[in-house]
């Protein structure tokens, strides 16, 4: 019988090959997003055809208050999204797009319905890149929720599940993410990584998100499907 | 200048005697109480009576989709909650009042929200009697997570902050509670601990957690001073 997964799901590349290399290893996809008043609420609705393109067996999406808490220009409107490299490239430390405890939350939840599926494993779409920018992106971060799991479940506790926090893009560049996911079949037109997207849904082309993309795909050698603003189109 | 403090803030005794803990350790209290779908929705009204009686300097109340992910009586109205004994007494393992990965999620939330506020200070009521029953209740789950807080934050990456995370009440009983309450002045009837209230807000008196309360108060010597409904009451 197969095995199942929760599988955590932005509606980004990252998320989008992590759930396709869920795939590869035989495991039913259990996809997991939020909503949680980021200002590029089209990744949900990228999110949903992605998680039907890769045949998921299930796609719960759990609304989170976190704009309540603030302190992230994605989740805050006072703040500004950095343009241009202001934001990762140019001031070497944590990036304002740095959401407070993120992960810890999404991994939080994504336990919790692991241990209602029995499902032992937890997919996460976290990668080197993200590393030089997100404490909660780091391999020993990783491996600190992993403890944290099974000492704090029922199911961890009494002995019937260990469960595992894959994290299998965490060492990947930007460009072998991309490789690696048209290999196993992603159809990365179904996602969106803009931290800044216009109002009718087109990436801004100069958020550290889009730069990143942008970036991958050049090194990749490939084209990026998705469509950009006019200025980052004449870019490319 | 007066550190802050975020405390979970569940609306019953435990949270209420960590609270005046905090308190009267000299912190800024920032209380944090979670709408998450459970039936007991009275602890909502309680805990905001409770926040402004013991003097905290805000309040804020997130709403979770635990209800979506189940698995837990409090929060799947599908399954029973348990009654006269039938719970931690004599099952001998996790009760179905379990929610799962509950506290990981309560502290994630705590951890992003003392992240914003610059709070070094998280505190938790959890105690030596949740310990026999919860697994996310017990000291090593404590020290996991505060692992998990230095390593998957900003402010604990950078050096900032060392997160510490509070749970004076663990070594005690449901006694030692009420006395060390009573002592810092929490008003017990201000604190609600039923699983299973009735439509008036009134304790069942029969669910593991009643249970607990009203054994508590007869070990203290003392009288609860919350209303249950006529067959708790002559019990009592």
Redesign the interface.
Same mark, same amino acid.
Do not use: H, M
């Given at each position: 019988m197969k095995k199942k997964a929760v599988v955590l799901c932005s509606g980004g590349m990252d998320s989008a090959t992590a759930m396709a290399v869920a795939r590869r290893e035989g495991y039913l996809i259990y996809a997991l997003s939020f909503a949680y008043g980021q200002r590029h609420a089209v990744e949900l609705e990228k999110a949903k055809q992605l998680v039907a393109f890769l045949g998921a067996c299930d796609h719960?999406i759990?609304?989170?208050?976190?704009d309540?808490?603030?302190?992230s220009a994605l989740t805050d409107y006072r703040l500004a999204v950095p343009k241009e490299g202001d934001g990762y490239e140019q001031s070497r430390?944590?990036p304002s797009t =740095?959401?407070? !405890?993120?992960? %810890?939350?999404f991994l939080?939840?994504s336990?919790?319905?692991a /241990?209602?599926l029995k499902a032992e494993d937890i997919f996460i779409g976290v990668n080197v890149l993200d590393y030089s920018g997100y404490?909660?992106c780091?391999p020993? =971060?990783i491996a !600190?929720?992993e %403890?944290?799991?099974r000492?704090?479940?029922?199911a961890?506790? /009494?002995g019937h599940i260990q469960f595992r926090i894959h994290a299998p893009l965490i060492s990947l560049t930007k460009a072998d993410i991309i490789r690696k996911g048209i290999e196993l079949g992603v159809d990365f037109a179904l996602t969106h990584s803009c931290y800044d997207p216009l109002t009718d849904g087109r990436a801004c082309g100069t958020c550290d998100s889009c730069r990143l993309r942008l970036k991958g795909f050049a090194e990749a050698g490939m084209k990026d499907p998705v469509e950009y603003a006019e200025t980052a189109r004449s870019e490319k």
């Open positions: 719960l759990l609304s989170l208050d976190l309540k808490i603030g302190g430390s944590i =740095y959401v407070p !405890a993120r992960n %810890t939350i939080s939840y336990l919790a319905w /241990e209602v404490p909660d780091r020993e =971060y !600190a929720f %403890t944290l799991a000492l704090g479940t029922k961890g506790t /009494e």
